[in-house]
């Protein structure tokens, strides 16, 4: 299986970062894609890589949350320093989040458009934040329509209207903790979406699955996301594991 979506250089991880990975890769895990937040945790993602070169994968970009009036451009400019300084898997996390703060949606848009035009020019694929912004990210997509313009939809928790959307738009689901939670909503039409358009991922330390729900979440509990699934499509867990290890690695092709 693949996480491709966790924080594990958060702080939450400080105390106990190379037991949770070990737990991972003890349960199957075989590789983690890290997403950037902004620059002040790059130092500690980049770190965490290079010290399992081998299963741990960091993307670049700007988290809409940290899309700040006064910082924003700089914080777009040492991204692309990154980019055109290495490779990496995926430009992400990036897209636009109206739960915190609608005040600064014009800045959110100027950066997500910006990291999607780098996402095309370089052909990598985007990995999508978006929280109480469905319309609006989709008119961003819509608008900046490309064939090279892919990527996940990261922790999907819209519609099945807005799930088949984005699948039309070249993009998979990001599914996570959410598919096991009462209220969740996702899981009674995720069946409806094939499987090959999704892919796992734990967000952690956010959003643990149940039985875990409300304490810090770590990537070895995947494996409980993939058993919602086999309740769901009603296939084997070996299915589920080889599926979404696939699509993946095809999402992130290049590295």
Same mark, same amino acid.
């Given at each position: 299986?693949?996480?491709?979506?966790?924080?594990?250089?958060?702080?939450?991880?400080?105390?106990?970062?190379?037991?949770?990975?070990?737990?991972?890769?003890?349960?199957?895990?075989?590789?983690?894609?890290?997403?950037?937040?902004?620059?002040?945790?790059?130092?500690?993602?980049?770190? &965490?890589?290079?010290?399992?070169?081998?299963?741990?994968?960091?993307?670049?970009?700007?988290?809409?949350?940290?899309?700040?009036?006064?910082?924003?451009?700089?914080?777009?400019?040492?991204?692309?320093?990154?980019?055109?300084?290495?490779?990496?898997?995926?430009?992400?996390?990036?897209?636009?989040?109206?739960?915190?703060?609608?005040?600064? &949606?014009?800045?959110?848009?100027?950066?997500?458009?910006?990291?999607?035009?780098?996402?095309?020019?370089?052909?990598?694929?985007?990995?999508?934040?978006?929280?109480?912004?469905?319309?609006?990210?989709?008119?961003?997509?819509?608008?900046?329509?490309?064939?090279?313009?892919?990527?996940?939809?990261?922790?999907?928790?819209?519609?099945?209207?807005?799930?088949?959307?984005?699948?039309?738009?070249?993009?998979? &689901?990001?599914?996570?903790?959410?598919?096991?939670?009462?209220?969740?909503?996702?899981?009674?039409?995720?069946?409806?979406?094939?499987?090959?358009?999704?892919?796992?991922?734990?967000?952690?330390?956010?959003?643990?699955?149940?039985?875990?729900?409300?304490?810090?979440?770590?990537?070895?509990?995947?494996?409980?996301?993939?058993?919602?699934?086999?309740? &769901?499509?009603?296939?084997?867990?070996?299915?589920?594991?080889?599926?979404?290890?696939?699509?993946?690695?095809?999402?992130?092709?290049?590295?």
């Amino acid at each position: 299986m693949i996480d491709t979506h966790t924080h594990l250089y958060a702080e939450e991880f400080d105390e106990d970062r190379k037991e949770a990975i070990q737990r991972a890769l003890d349960k199957g895990i075989t590789a983690f894609y890290l997403p950037a937040i902004d620059s002040e945790s790059h130092e500690k993602m980049l770190q &965490l890589e290079a010290e399992y070169p081998q299963s741990i994968f960091s993307m670049m970009g700007l988290h809409p949350c940290y899309v700040k009036p006064e910082s924003w451009e700089k914080e777009l400019e040492i991204v692309k320093n990154y980019l055109d300084q290495r490779s990496f898997p995926a430009i992400g996390e990036i897209g636009i989040d109206l739960y915190w703060d609608k005040t600064t &949606l014009d800045i959110q848009v100027k950066a997500f458009e910006q990291q999607i035009d780098w996402a095309i020019e370089k052909d990598l694929p985007i990995v999508i934040h978006t929280r109480e912004s469905f319309d609006e990210t989709f008119e961003v997509l819509e608008r900046k329509k490309h064939p090279k313009l892919r990527g996940i939809f990261h922790c999907f928790s819209g519609n099945l209207e807005q799930a088949k959307r984005a699948i039309d738009l070249n993009f998979i &689901l990001g599914i996570g903790g959410v598919v096991t939670f009462k209220n969740g909503k996702i899981d009674q039409f995720l069946h409806e979406i094939p499987l090959d358009k999704i892919v796992l991922e734990t967000d952690s330390p956010y959003l643990a699955p149940v039985p875990h729900r409300g304490k810090r979440n770590e990537s070895s509990y995947l494996d409980l996301v993939a058993g919602k699934l086999v309740d &769901l499509y009603k296939v084997d867990f070996s299915e589920i594991d080889s599926i979404t290890t696939e699509n993946a690695k095809k999402i992130f092709v290049q590295h």
